[in-house]
């Protein structure tokens, strides 16, 4: 599975935590930095970075030349518009069993610093060939040009999505919230359905990129999406009553993985 979003080498978020996780499953990982950073971008000031947009196409091009053939793909944070669109072209290239993108944008009704309108159309083409598509309800209003609500109303966006994928992939909305739980919302047979855990207090760096790893694994290793959901969901709020069990004294490190691989391990064994 090629494995492509930042690497930020300190606070356990997104590469470093995919990884571990896609190992676990027993795939053979291609962990693919879309950019370097000191640490990532929450609660350390700005960290030092590394813009590897010149690498890129020549990492492209050596993996063409010795003809390395991806199974699955998984895509988080990019970055840049001339990213997604190298991204987007030698994707389309490989012939994936399963490309998942997480549309990554913007939290919170906002963009993401350094992005802007030309970025989300670029995200618009990178989502194109994905079968399943993994945006918060923030994503999921930029890409669908819906004006932000935390709790906007499923099913059209929901359906919106749908209309810019190709048919038969699925779009997950990650951060929905139903009473008090947090989960993810999908359109199966156009109604809206819900999986969810209780939310627990704090907010924490890097379940959106854990949850697309999981999935990505699951969906890779058979698992139904309904089933894959569910499990996803289940090993995340762990992970997070894990991280709080722990009292840490500051919140920028991401969550503690080491219960999600445990049970990743006892459902091979099972
Ligand atoms: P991100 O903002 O990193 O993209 P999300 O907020 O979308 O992440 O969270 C992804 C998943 O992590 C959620 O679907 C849920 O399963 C889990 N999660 C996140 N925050 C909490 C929380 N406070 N309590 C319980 N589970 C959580
Ligand atoms: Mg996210």
Known sequence: MLVAEDLSAVGGISLSAAVPVLTAMDYQVAALPTSLLSTHT?????PAIVDLSAWLPQVFKHWTTAQLDFQQALIGYVGSVALCQLLTDYLTKQSLELLVVDPVLGDLGRLYDGFDAAYVVAMRQLIK???????????????????????????PLLQQLQQQLKSGAQAIITDVTQDDQIGCAWL???????????????HYNGTGDTLAAVLAGLLGRGYSLERSIRLANQWLNQAVAATLAQHRASERQGIALSGILREILALDQG
């Open 42 to 46: 929450s609660g350390y000031g700005t």
């Open 129 to 155: 060939p994905a079968d399943v598509i993994l945006p918060n309800v923030t994503e999921a209003c930029l890409l669908t040009g819906t004006p932000y609500q935390s709790q906007p109303e499923l099913a």
């Open 188 to 202: 199966a047979n156009d109604q809206v359905q819900f999986s969810g855990q209780q939310r627990l207090p704090g």
